[in-house]
C-alpha cells in the first residue's frame, strides 16, 4: 500500500470519528427527547430519585446561591457607586444593580454554580456506573439508560434552577442595596423605590427563562459526558471535568444568544 | 422518618421560590394591574427627544405616572404623547369610575387655574420626563386640544415650550443681535477716540495741570499730616463742641441785636449805634489777630499763651 493511500484512510478515519464526535450529542439528545413522554406515564418519573436530584441541586444549593449572589450584588454596588458618584447619580446604582442582577449575573451565577455542584456530580456519577457496567445492566434488563437516569436528573434541574434564580436574584439585589444604603448613604427608602420603579416582571421572568435554558444545558452536557466516559477511573475524572467546562462554555454562548434575542423585543 | 424530612426540606425550598417570585413580581409591576390609571394626553410641537415609553410624569416633582404611548401626528407635525396617571395619588376614595369622574373634573378645574405639563431633564443622561406644574395664569386662556386628535371625551392637558427650548430661542436670539453688531466700524470708532485722548494727553497744558494738581495734593496732605500731628480726636471734638457754642452763642447776639434794632429810634441813637458799630469793628479785629496767631502757633489752644511762655 502506497504513503498516500496510508494518508487517505488515515484522513477518512479521522473525518469518521469527528462526524461521530458531532453526531454523538445529537444522538443523545434525540434519545432525551424519545424518553420525555414517559414522564406522563403512570410512574414514569422515578420520585425517589427526582427527590435527590432536587435536595442536591436545589436545597442543598441554596446556602451557597444566596452567599455568591449577596457578595456579588455588592461588588456590584460598590463598582457602580465608585464610578456613578462622580456624577452625582449614585441613586442609578440601584438601576445598574437590578438590572444587571434581574438580566444577567443572577441566572449566570446560578448557572456556574450548579455546573460545579450539580453538573459534574452527574458526569462522575454516570461515568462511575458505566465502570460498574450498571448501565449495560440495565440495557441488559431492556431498561433504556437514557430516560431511566437522565429524566430524574433533568425534571430536577428544571425545577431546582429557575427557584434558585429568584433567591439569587433577590440576594443580588439586597446585597447591592445593602452597599447602597451603608456606603453612599443612600436613604433604604429611596433605594427601594427606585429599585421596584425601574425593574419590572417582565425583566425577571425572562432571566428567570435564561435559567431554565441553562438548566436544560448543564444537565444534557454533564450526562452527556457521564455516558460518555471510559470504562476507568480515570475516564470519569476526565469526564466530570469535560463536563463543566462545556456546561460553562455553553451557558455563556446561550446567554448571549439570549440576550440578543431579547434585546429585539426591546428588553 | 429522614424522607419525611427531606420532603419538608424541599417544600419549603420550593414553596419558598414560589412565594418569593410571586412577591418579586408583584413589587415590579404586577401590582399595577390592581391599580386605577387614566390617561391623558398632551400634544408638544418641540422635539420629544429623551422621552420614552415608560419616562415618568410628575406632578409638582411627585411621582403620579408614566408616558405609555407617544405618536406623530404628520398633518399637524406635532407629537402626541399619552400618559397614564395614577388615580390614587389624586383621589383616594371611591371606586374606578367615580374616581375617574373626580379626577377628570379636577383636571379641568386645575387647567383653568392654569395647570400646564412641560419636559423636563430627568438628569445628566439626556432622559426627560412630564412636569405637571401651574405654568400658566388663571386669567390666560385655555388652549384648545389640536382638532381630531384627542378624542372628545379624552382628558388634554396643553403644554408649554420646555425651558430648554426657551433658552435655546434666546441664545438664538442673542446671536442674532450679535450678528448685527457692526464691530469693525465701532472698533474704527475706539480706534480714533483712543489716538484723540492720546493727543489730549499730550497736550502740554494738560501736562502742566496734572504736574501742579499732584503738588497741591502733596501740599494738603502734609496739612493734613500736620494738623493730625497737633490734635488728636478729643481734641478735635472738644474744639467742635467749642465752635458749635460760639456759634449758637453769635446767633444768639444776633437775634437779640435784631430785636434791639426794631425796637430802637435808628435817628436819635445814631451815636450808640456808631459805637456799637466801632466795637464790632474793634471785636472782629480782635477775633482775626486771635485767628492768625492759632495759624501760627495752634497748640495754644490747648496749653495757653501763659503756658507757652512758662
Known amino acids: 500500500m502506497k504513503n498516500s493511500e496510508i494518508f487517505l484512510i488515515r484522513v477518512r478515519r479521522r473525518l469518521l470519528d469527528a462526524a461521530d464526535k458531532c453526531v454523538l450529542p445529537l444522538e443523545f439528545l434525540g434519545a432525551v427527547a424519545a424518553a420525555l413522554p414517559s414522564l406522563f406515564r403512570k410512574k414514569g418519573l422515578r420520585l425517589r430519585e427526582f427527590r435527590y436530584y432536587l435536595a442536591l441541586c436545589g436545597s442543598k444549593s441554596l446556602p451557597i446561591v444566596l452567599l455568591i449572589s449577596l457578595l456579588m450584588g455588592g461588588v456590584l454596588g460598590i463598582q457602580a457607586a465608585l464610578q456613578l458618584t462622580k456624577f452625582g447619580a449614585e441613586i442609578f446604582t440601584a438601576d445598574l444593580v437590578g438590572f444587571s442582577v434581574l438580566k444577567e449575573f443572577g441566572p449566570l451565577m446560578v448557572a456556574i454554580i450548579l455546573t460545579g455542584r450539580a453538573g ?39 425545577l431546582a434552577m429557575p427557584v434558585l434564580t429568584v433567591f439569587g436574584d ?32 417582565i425583566t425577571m421572568l425572562l432571566g428567570i427563562l435564561k435559567s431554565v435554558v441553562f438548566s436544560l444545558l448543564i444537565t444534557l452536557a454533564g450526562c452527556f459526558y457521564g455516558f460518555q466516559s471510559t470504562s476507568d477511573a480515570q475516564g470519569v475524572g476526565r469526564s466530570a471535568t469535560q463536563a463543566v467546562v462545556a456546561s460553562i462554555f455553553w451557558v455563556i454562548v446561550a446567554d448571549a444568544l439570549l440576550t440578543v434575542l431579547y434585546s429585539f423585543i426591546g428588553y | 422518618m429522614e424522607e419525611r424530612e427531606q420532603n419538608i426540606r424541599l417544600g419549603l425550598f420550593v414553596g419558598g421560590g414560589v412565594l418569593l417570585l410571586l412577591a418579586a413580581l408583584f413589587f415590579l409591576g404586577l401590582s399595577s394591574f390592581f391599580v386605577s390609571e387614566e390617561k391623558v394626553y398632551t400634544t408638544f410641537s418641540e422635539s420629544v427627544q429623551g422621552l420614552t415609553e415608560g419616562s415618568q410624569v410628575k406632578y409638582r416633582g411627585v411621582p403620579v405616572g408614566s408616558v405609555s404611548d407617544i405618536s406623530i401626528a404628520v398633518d399637524d407635525r406635532i407629537v402626541k404623547v399619552e400618559m397614564k396617571i395614577r388615580l390614587d395619588n389624586f383621589i383616594n ?64 392637558l396643553p403644554s408649554v415650550p420646555s425651558t430648554f427650548k426657551d433658552i435655546s430661542a434666546t441664545l438664538v436670539s442673542a446671536i442674532d443681535r450679535l450678528s448685527n453688531i457692526h464691530f469693525e466700524e465701532i472698533s474704527g470708532e475706539l480706534e480714533s477716540s483712543l489716538q484723540k485722548l492720546s493727543n489730549l494727553l499730550s497736550d502740554p497744558a494738560i501736562r502742566s495741570t496734572i504736574a ?48 434791639r434794632t426794631r425796637q430802637i429810634d435808628f435817628h436819635s441813637a445814631q451815636d450808640d449805634y456808631h459805637s456799637l458799630i466801632v466795637q464790632l469793628k474793634q471785636m472782629i479785629d480782635s477775633m482775626r489777630i486771635l485767628a492768625e496767631y492759632l495759624e501760627t502757633d495752634p497748640q495754644s489752644v490747648l496749653q495757653g499763651k501763659g503756658k507757652q511762655e512758662r
Open chain 1, 170 to 201: 433577590v440576594a443580588g439585589i439586597f446585597g447591592g442595596m445593602a452597599i447602597g444604603v451603608s456606603v453612599l448613604d443612600i436613604p433604604f427608602a429611596a433605594y427601594w423605590s427606585r429599585t421596584i420603579d425601574v425593574l419590572d416582571g
Open chain 1, 120 to 158: 459534574s456530580a452527574f458526569a462522575a456519577e454516570l461515568g462511575t456506573m458505566k465502570v460498574n457496567e450498571e448501565i449495560s445492566a440495565l440495557e441488559t434488563m431492556g431498561i433504556r439508560p437514557v430516560g431511566y437516569l437522565v429524566l430524574p436528573k433533568l425534571v430536577a434541574m428544571l
Open chain 2, 212 to 259: 501742579r494738581t499732584n503738588e497741591v495734593v502733596e501740599h494738603l496732605e502734609a496739612t493734613a499730616s500736620s494738623v493730625e500731628k497737633v490734635f488728636n480726636e478729643d481734641e478735635m471734638q472738644t474744639m467742635r463742641e467749642n465752635l458749635n457754642g460760639a456759634l449758637r452763642s453769635f446767633r444768639n447776639l444776633a437775634e437779640t441785636l435784631d430785636k
Open chain 2, 93 to 156: 376614595r371611591g371606586t374606578h369610575e367615580m374616581q375617574r369622574q373626580k379626577f377628570a373634573d379636577y383636571l379641568r378645574k386645575e387647567i383653568g387655574d392654569g395647570l400646564r405639563c412641560r419636559m423636563e431633564y430627568a438628569g445628566i443622561t439626556g432622559m426627560k420626563f412630564i412636569d405637571f406644574d401651574y405654568f400658566g395664569k388663571p386669567e390666560d386662556a385655555v388652549p384648545e386640544a389640536p382638532e381630531g386628535l384627542i378624542g372628545r371625551d379624552d382628558l388634554y
